[in-house]
């Protein structure tokens, strides 16, 4: 009696020891899957430099990036890397529906700036082909760095 006691009181503390702690996740607790939210790793980081270099500089590259999207000059901490699950799931799907079959990336790296987000999807070619989506995320143009 004492050692079923005992296991099953082994049983509940290891159950216990195996849920979550409620701090960041895998998955996505809500839905069960990745996150759709690339972490900002290496390339992010590259990508949140170029980003910074497009919306900050006076030469003609970012000036007429700038142009093409109806963007004005902004500071560096304008540009906002984006964690918020919703908005990467929209996002994704609107950089999946412009980029055709290459498109298979389950996730993607999302900035914002000022009105618009900037989406890339990494594909393992050299280069970043990115998204420039509006607020309510429509393509506006494709950007290169």
């Not at 979550?20 to 790793?41: H, I, Y």
């Not at 500071?75 to 918020?84: G, H, I, L, M, N």
Request: contains cysteine; glycine residues 12%.
């Amino acid at each position: 009696m004492r050692l079923c006691v005992l296991l099953s009181l082994a049983g509940v503390v290891l159950a216990a020891a195996c849920q979550p702690s409620g701090g960041p996740s895998v998955v996505d607790g809500a839905a069960g899957t990745a996150p759709t939210c690339r972490p900002l790793d290496y390339e992010g980081r590259e990508l949140r430099d170029g980003l910074v270099g497009v919306a900050t500089g006076g030469d003609k590259g970012p000036t007429t990036m700038r142009a093409e999207v109806g963007l004005r000059r902004l500071a560096a901490d304008s540009v906002v890397y984006v964690t918020d699950e919703a908005t990467c799931r929209r996002a994704l799907a609107a950089y999946r529906e412009g980029q055709g079959p290459v498109a298979a990336s389950s996730s993607v790296y999302v900035f914002r700036l000022a009105t618009l987000y900037v989406v890339h999807a990494p594909d393992g070619h050299p280069g970043q082909i990115t998204a420039v989506l509006d607020r309510d995320f429509n393509r506006v143009a494709s950007w290169g760095f």
